[in-house]
Every structure is written in structure tokens, then in C-alpha cells.
């Protein structure tokens, strides 16, 4: 059930982020605001929903995911194929963040 929230509220998260970048940076319609708008509160939402039993743990363990994420949305939104230094970058903190998320934890 985490794996599926945390890239739910990656997608939301990136493509709120990338509304605004569209508009800002690339000159497209302020009308691109409002669904990003609301895409990044149904992150905020979704993100909630998570099973950690801290919400720092939560953010912790979902940015190994957003990383990946991202570099996914770059290939397959943006064009752009990750290199080797971007997917092993995004393994190093995939495996970061089960750590954070499944680590045994004492008491």
C-alpha cells in the first residue's frame, strides 16, 4: 500500500510543480495554475494517507520516491532519457528510503 501512495502523490506533486514551471518558466497560459494548484493539494491529501508512524519518517522515505519519480516524468513528459549517473543516483535513494521506511526500529 506505500509504494502506490508515495508515486500517487509523486505524480500529483511533479505535475503541480510542472504547472506552475510551464507557466513561469515556459510561458504558457496562467490557466495552467488552477489544475496545478489542485494537484498539489491532492498531494498534500495523498501524502497524508501514508502508514508511517511519523510524519517526518512519511516525507522521509517518500523523497527516495519523488526522486525516481521525477526522472521518470523527465523521460517520459519531458523527452529527456535519464543517464546512468541520474539512475543511479535515484537507486542510492530508493534504498535510502526503505531504510527509512522498513528499518527496524528499537522499543
Request: aromatic share 14%; hydrophobic share 60%; proline share 5%.
Amino acid at each position: 500500500m506505500t509504494l502506490p501512495l508515495y508515486l500517487l502523490a509523486a505524480l500529483a506533486e511533479i505535475a503541480g510543480c510542472f504547472a506552475v514551471w510551464a507557466w513561469w518558466r515556459q510561458d504558457h497560459s496562467a490557466l495552467w495554475l488552477i489544475p496545478g494548484l489542485a494537484c498539489l493539494m491532492a498531494f498534500a491529501w495523498i501524502l497524508s494517507l501514508s502508514p508511517a508512524d511519523a510524519a517526518g519518517r512519511a516525507f522521509a522515505a517518500y523523497g527516495g520516491v519523488y526522486i525516481a519519480t521525477s526522472l521518470a516524468w523527465l523521460w517520459l513528459v519531458e523527452g529527456q532519457r535519464p543517464d546512468s549517473w541520474d539512475l543511479t543516483g535515484a537507486a542510492l535513494c530508493l534504498c535510502g528510503a526503505g531504510l527509512i521506511l522498513w528499518g527496524p526500529r528499537a522499543g
